[in-house]
């Protein structure tokens, strides 16, 4: 506990701003390689699929948006009447679950909240690996307080392997040789090996639940073996994991993930985490307590990165980055509308199917419960800045579609 105390009173004294997912210009900073592809098919270089014109950002132009106080801690304003009564109009005819939090932040005008059901709880899915990346930024603060260069250059440097904690996933990811400029994409397997950073690109920018099972592996060892880790090898870890009682390590990673989110004043019933996301995984280490998520808790997480609060401003905006939507845009962030905004997201789903007569069970149309949730920071050309928590629970449909139109109608509200 020794370790975090520090993390928390950056995270409350956080005041200034130093002048995936990821913009396309930070491979060299970095060495994601998915970047370098993405850079040599904007230039020309080589064939592929276009970005849109939101995704094309550039490293400096990313920035945080409520770092002058515009709001005073994480406190939200009063409901908007006006926005609320825009926002009441899109749900009278959908299914009761859904819940939402809405804040505009557009320069130039006052800060509006408009909500539905914002403490309703709900199964967070991947959209809980945002979590895990507060933890990691925690974690290296603790391994380099007085460097943030240095917590930079350990997340492209340290290369680790994915072994038993990967296995079993379904989201595949991408491989790219800058030499050879060779591409394939495929599920993870336990002999792969990335740096820290590609496993956090691979857990938010794809949604692989085998990355962020190998991350959040790290994270323990982080808190673990301390300034030590990054010269630690693989069998050192091994052993570390052999060695020390399961009980004992359930306790560190759910400390890991969740402290976080209590020091930014996000409460227990408002998110946590309590498992793993891959089977391997929960072998090494037993979760804990289960996991839920409110659009409320989700909507503070937003405003404390984008107030600099999420360790220090460094650590949010680098977050940030790492939300930028490089990628195939997906689920809320697919809609046209937003096709020329920066869209900073996540995206996360659970569903759980039995035998029912009549009933067949598919992806994302679970009759025993159907997660589907959306968080996101829009940022258009204009000037217009919002951001939105959006969950659901709609048993044997798949939503995608319903948070796609919701996207459309959000933004129209807003802009109107």
């Known amino acids: 506990m020794k370790k975090f105390i520090s993390c928390i009173l950056l995270v409350l004294g956080a005041s200034m701003i130093m002048a995936p997912t990821y913009p396309i210009d930070g491979y060299d900073r970095t060495g994601i390689r998915r970047l370098a592809r993405l850079q040599m098919i904007q230039e020309g270089s080589l064939q592929g699929t276009a970005n849109l014109s939101g995704a094309l950002r550039a490293m400096d132009e990313i920035k945080l948006n409520l770092v002058e106080g515009t709001l005073k801690d994480m406190t939200l304003p009063e409901v908007d009447p006006e926005l609320q009564k825009k926002l009441n109009q899109l749900f009278p005819n959908m299914h009761e679950s859904y819940s939402i939090a809405l804040l505009d932040i557009t320069p130039g005008r006052p800060v509006r909240f408009a909500e539905r059901q914002p403490q309703r709880q709900f199964q967070p899915g991947s959209v809980g690996k945002l979590a895990i990346a507060a933890g990691l930024f925690c974690e290296l603060e603790s391994i380099y307080p007085e460097s943030f260069e240095d917590r930079i250059r350990l997340l492209k440097d340290k290369k680790v392997r994915a072994g038993v904690w990967a296995i079993p996933n379904e989201h595949t990811v ?151 939507m490089t990628d195939r845009r997906i689920r809320y962030a697919s809609a046209k509308v937003l096709s020329d905004a920066a869209v900073y997201f996540k995206s996360g789903s659970l569903y759980k199917c039995q035998p029912e007569e009549g009933y067949e069970c598919r992806k994302y149309m679970g009759n025993v419960n159907n997660y589907m949730n959306s968080v996101a920071i829009v940022e258009h050309p204009d000037g217009t800045k919002y951001l939105v928590t959006l969950m659901s629970n709609v048993l044997k449909k798949n939503s995608s579609n319903d948070h796609f139109a919701l996207a459309t109608h959000i933004d129209r509200l807003i802009r109107s």
Do not use: C
């Open 174 to 324: 991408p491989f790219f040789d800058p030499a050879t400029k060779q591409f394939f994409k495929r599920v993870l397997q336990e002999q792969d090996v990335f740096s820290l950073y590609e496993w956090v690109d691979h857990m938010l920018s794809v949604s692989s639940n085998g990355a962020a099972s190998v991350l959040w592996r790290e994270l323990i060892l982080m808190r673990a073996f301390g300034q030590q880790y990054p010269d630690l090898s693989e069998s050192q870890a091994n052993e570390y994991f052999k060695n020390t009682p399961k009980t004992e390590l359930s306790e560190i990673a759910m400390s890991i993930v969740n402290d976080p989110l209590r020091s930014l004043g996000i409460g227990e019933d408002e998110w946590r985490l309590g498992s793993l996301f891959t089977r391997g995984g929960k072998s090494m280490v037993p979760g804990l307590g289960g996991s839920t998520g409110t659009p409320y808790g989700m909507m503070k997480f937003l405003i404390a990165v984008e107030q600099g609060k999420l360790v220090d401003p460094s650590s949010s905006l680098e977050l940030k980055r790492l939300m930028y």
